[in-house]
């Protein structure tokens, strides 16, 4: 149990295009949904929190303006990236924490999508 | 001072050996503590969850929390070159709404 699968798992797009990542629990209802980027060797950064049928917590430094998240559903978070440009090129991970009293207190991630902006 | 800190390693071992990974950290308010096994160009992975002090024993994982230290540790038994991959520890105060992570350790069992 508790499977959290991102899609696509890799893209390469070119500068100025918009990119959209979504992330889905597949066996579970999250209320919560985290997205975080990661740089080689490097530890998660958390970028935001998105909230099932609310907006967006954004991390200090982030511009919600380039990173939009939906979180439409229990199941399903979505972050696009706008305008993109070769320094957003990096390794981006969504979790999921489930409601509490079902799978505890804790986040379960997806694989990973690694973005390559040329 | 960081939250939480960790040792980036890389750290090497042979194969069977007890690998001992560490975390301590400043916010004292910290209840929930994780440790995800990483490996390359992919997601963590959950290995281990603990409330509050204590040992937990998993197979050949044994996850140990120090509140009064501030200190975490992870053991792992009879390491395995299946092992090798980056370890992180995560931490946080309730819900895990603040989870913080140590920047991860590289583990490498030699065969």
């Known amino acids: 149990g508790a499977v959290v699968s991102q899609h696509p798992s890799r893209v390469i797009c070119k500068s100025g295009t918009s990119v959209k990542i979504e992330c889905r629990s597949l066996?579970?209802?999250?209320?919560?949904m985290f997205w975080y980027r990661q740089f080689p060797k490097k530890s998660l950064m958390l970028m935001a929190t998105s909230n099932e049928g609310s907006k967006a917590t954004y991390e200090q430094g982030v511009e919600k303006d380039k990173f939009l998240i939906n979180h439409a559903s229990l199941t399903l978070s979505t972050l696009t990236v706008t305008s993109a440009h070769p320094e957003d090129s990096s390794f981006y991970i969504c979790s999921a924490r489930p409601l509490k009293g079902t799978e505890g207190d804790t986040q379960y991630f997806g694989p990973g999508t690694r973005l390559t902006v040329l | 001072q960081k939250e939480v800190e960790q040792d980036p390693g890389p750290l090497s071992v042979p194969e069977g050996a007890i690998v001992s990974l560490n975390c301590t950290y400043s916010n004292s308010a910290f209840q929930y503590f994780m440790w995800y096994r990483q490996y390359s160009r992919k997601g963590p992975e959950l290995l281990m969850y603990?409330?509050?002090?204590g040992n937990k024993e998993d197979g050949r994982f044994t996850a140990q929390v120090d509140k009064s230290s501030k200190y975490i540790s992870l053991f792992i038994r009879d390491s395995q070159p299946s092992d090798s991959a980056t370890y992180l520890c995560?931490?946080?105060?309730?819900?895990?709404?603040?989870?913080?992570f140590g920047a991860g350790t590289r583990l490498t069992v030699k065969p």
């Open positions: 603990t409330y509050s002090s």
């Open positions: 995560a931490m946080s105060a309730s819900n895990n709404n603040d989870m913080r």
């Open positions: 066996d579970f209802q999250a209320t919560t």
